[in-house]
């Protein structure tokens, strides 16, 4: 694989850009090797500065769910830009927009946009310590809720493949308001909850985590949250960023039919615009100025692209719910083939599938929480990572990292992924 041009955009963007990129995850720093810097992309394609063509199961970490450059959403951004990028002033749109998502998720009674999944969490909390007028969260280990200082401890995602799950920077003071729970311990919350009585303002928690690979809930573990929090008072939080419109157009709550009182949502609500949004119960919404006294604000909030974007991409989603039925028929298929190459290989590495969210963990334990997580072989990942690149194959950088899949992907690319797996695992065996 020629990748000069890669390699000489990651020396030169060093200068400028710390660590030559706008993301950390981006970096390939714990697989090694040169980021490819990408030209263009367009259905289940991606397409580097050299040229080379992969099969794309990033897809932008989530938000491309109908592949990239559809036209249902280029035609909608090329629309809009027409009437001007920005007006700083409602417009109808968003209107539009925040009925179609209180439709689409019925617990979102009412919903204020913004413009990343981190301002989403962000703001989604400081309402909930408004609402509860209480000051500590509990956040589960490897959940990643992006880069608010509160998040930052025994976050997941980027976080931890740099190795920095607890991040310098965050005051001690503001650490002890996160509480810690590993995922799918229902016990440890009751704890939490006893130990510290009517102190905890919310609970935040990516119902089906795909910031540590992608963990499943189990034994009802979501309801019980569910019925702890309704019992003490705290504001259920469903971090839906990456599961929001992609399990179901419902998201993971309606997957799992449990009602959260706040929901945050970010990646396909922009279709690959820069949005999140927070949303929940009228009462709790109602606090957000200028209804209310918590603040929040944004000067790009709302955007009329952005919002087009958003809009035509939920439109599709909600008027086609064989696009979920087909994802999922989908991801099925390479589940099964990744199984049954692993099997082939007399492996125990573990698969999890949901929808079209699938990770293999390179472990032999079954992995239920952040810890479990923790004993994959990531230097073995980083070898097979750089094989299914060599094959054609573009996949997350990192082990701690779910892999999305596109409608756009054919059954022919399906082959092709789970052919690229067997001669991967054979390469580096
Ligand atoms: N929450 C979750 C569940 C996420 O996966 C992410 C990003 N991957 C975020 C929040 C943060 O979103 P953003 O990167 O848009 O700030």
Redesign the pocket.
């Known amino acids: 694989m020629n990748n000069k041009q890669s390699v000489a955009l990651f020396d030169k963007a060093q200068h400028t850009i710390p660590g030559g990129v706008n ?1 950390p995850v981006r970096a390939f720093k714990s697989v090694g090797g040169t980021p490819l810097f990408i030209k263009s992309a367009k259905g289940a394609y991606i397409i580097d500065e050299d040229d080379n063509e992969y099969v794309e199961l990033i897809n932008s ?2 938000p491309m769910i109908l592949g990239h450059a559809h036209p249902v959403i280029t035609s909608a951004v090329q629309e809009a830009v027409n009437n001007s990028l920005s007006f700083g002033a409602p417009t109808s749109k968003e209107i539009d927009i925040a009925e179609l998502i209180c439709d689409m998720v019925p617990s979102i009674e009412k919903v204020r946009m913004v ?7 962000m703001s989604a909390v400081r309402v909930a310590r408004g609402y509860t007028g209480r000051n500590k969260m509990i956040k589960i280990e490897g ?5 608010g200082d509160s ?1 930052l401890i025994a976050a997941g ?2 976080a931890v493949t740099m190795g920095v799950p607890n991040s310098p920077g965050v005051t001690e003071g503001t650490a002890k308001d996160t509480l810690l729970a590993p995922y799918n311990d229902i016990e440890k919350i009751q704890q939490l909850v006893k130990e510290n009585k009517n102190e905890i303002a919310a609970l935040i928690i ?1 119902p089906v ?3 540590m690979g992608l963990v499943l809930p189990k034994d009802n573990y979501l309801q019980q949250l569910r019925d702890i929090c309704t019992e003490e008072g705290i504001v259920l939080i469903f ?5 929001g419109f992609r399990l179901a157009k419902g998201g993971a709550q309606e997957v799992f039919g449990v009602t959260p009182d706040m929901t ?1 949502l ?2 396909i609500i922009g279709g690959g615009m ?1 949005v ?1 949004a927070y949303g929940g119960k009228k009462e709790i919404m109602d606090f957000v100025a200028p209804a209310g006294p918590v603040y929040q604000a944004g000067t790009l909030s709302g955007n009329p692209v952005a919002m087009a974007a958003g809009m035509n991409m939920l439109l599709h989603l909600n008027e086609n719910p064989d696009v979920y039925t087909e994802l999922a028929a989908k991801g099925e298929k390479l589940a099964k083939g990744i199984q049954s190459v692993l099997d082939k290989h007399n492996l125990p590495y573990k698969v999890t599938l949901l929808g079209s969210m699938i990770c293999i963990f390179f472990t032999d334990q079954e992995v239920n929480n952040f810890a479990d997580a923790q004993t994959t072989d990531t230097e073995k990942f980083g070898k097979f990572f750089h094989q299914m690149l060599a094959n054609g194959v573009y996949l997350p950088p990192s082990q701690y990292e779910s892999w999305f899949l596109s409608n756009a992907l054919t059954e022919a690319n399906l082959d092709h992924i789970i052919e690229a797996v067997d001669k991967s695992l054979e390469a580096i065996k």
């Open positions: 993301s970490w989530g413009n990343s999944g981190t301002e989403a969490t959940c990643y809720h992006g880069h998040f995602s980027g990516e985590p795909g910031n971090d839906e960023v990456m599961t945050t970010g990646k820069p999140g």
